[in-house]
């Protein structure tokens, strides 16, 4: 990794939602993407996720502690569909958070380990300060992987019964983070560099906000880290 020669300094994005660049240092970073080769592994590992219509997502995923992912099918058609007009049978939301990973091998999903919920605790008293961190443990870890062409829309962490902020850790390929508001999926928003070891934590106010991952930078991963493309690993409290 290139020393920079004016520090990236952390900065506050939105009402309850910071940047703390560099947060993880190259050995944690290290750790932390050797835990998620291990997670990516199965039975219950790395999958595509489907999306309402019948696409798919372009970052593929790994949950641990409770699964996200697609657990209504159209009995008609059998996509994941929200409202499909060609499709005669019932439509729901087709995500819930789950405890085996229906939409992938239906095993059972991995536990979320104990230090993970220290790391989710330590990043929100960093990042928001001591009286943020929420007093129920963090218990969801969804981990993105990104090659140089994924993406992700936007959209709002919303399945959480919880208000607890959540913790993102990035790995790897940089990316443009965009932060948006939580009534549209539209501006104002604010584009965020995020690099391989940032801390990105959004709560309060912005804990509902819309937020994207419009680019990935190929090839920009610090060399001694040993990853192509980018990990992303989000820590939430289910509240369930
Ligand atoms: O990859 C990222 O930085 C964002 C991931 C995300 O928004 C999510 O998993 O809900
Ligand atoms: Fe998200």
């Avoid at 750790?31 to 696409?55: D, E, H, Q, Y």
């Avoid at 729901?92 to 380990?113: C, E, Q, S």
């Avoid at 508001?181 to 990105?200: A, I, M, Q, W």
Wanted: proline content about 10%; glycine content about 10%.
């Amino acid at each position: 990794m290139d020393v920079e020669l004016f520090p990236r300094e952390r900065a506050e994005v939105a009402p309850g939602a910071v940047h703390v660049p560099q947060w993880l240092d190259a050995e944690r970073q290290r750790a932390l993407l050797g835990a998620c080769r291990r997670w990516a592994r199965p039975p219950a590992g790395l999958r595509t996720v489907r999306t309402p219509g019948g696409g798919t997502m372009t970052a593929r995923q790994v949950c641990l502690g409770w699964h996200w992912g697609v657990v209504h099918t159209c009995p008609a058609c059998g996509r994941a569909v929200r409202d499909n007009p060609d499709c005669p049978g019932p439509h729901w939301y087709p995500y819930a958070y789950v405890r085996t990973a229906l939409d992938g091998d239906g095993a059972p999903v991995k536990p979320f380990p104990a230090w993970l919920a220290e790391l989710a605790h330590d990043a929100v008293a960093d990042a928001l300060g001591p009286r943020a961190a929420p007093a129920e443990p963090y218990d969801i870890a969804l981990i993105n992987f990104y090659d140089g062409e994924a993406r992700m829309g936007m959209h709002r962490d919303s399945d959480e019964k919880s208000d607890a902020p959540v913790v993102s850790l990035s790995l790897g390929d940089s990316c443009v983070f965009r932060f948006g508001n939580p009534r549209t999926r539209t501006k104002p928003y604010t584009d965020v560099e995020l690099r391989s070891g940032d801390l990105f934590v959004f709560g309060g106010p912005s804990r509902l906000a819309h937020h994207g991952v419009p680019r990935v930078h190929p090839g920009t991963a610090p060399p001694e880290l040993g990853l192509n493309g980018r990990l992303n690993i989000t820590l939430r409290v289910s509240g369930l």
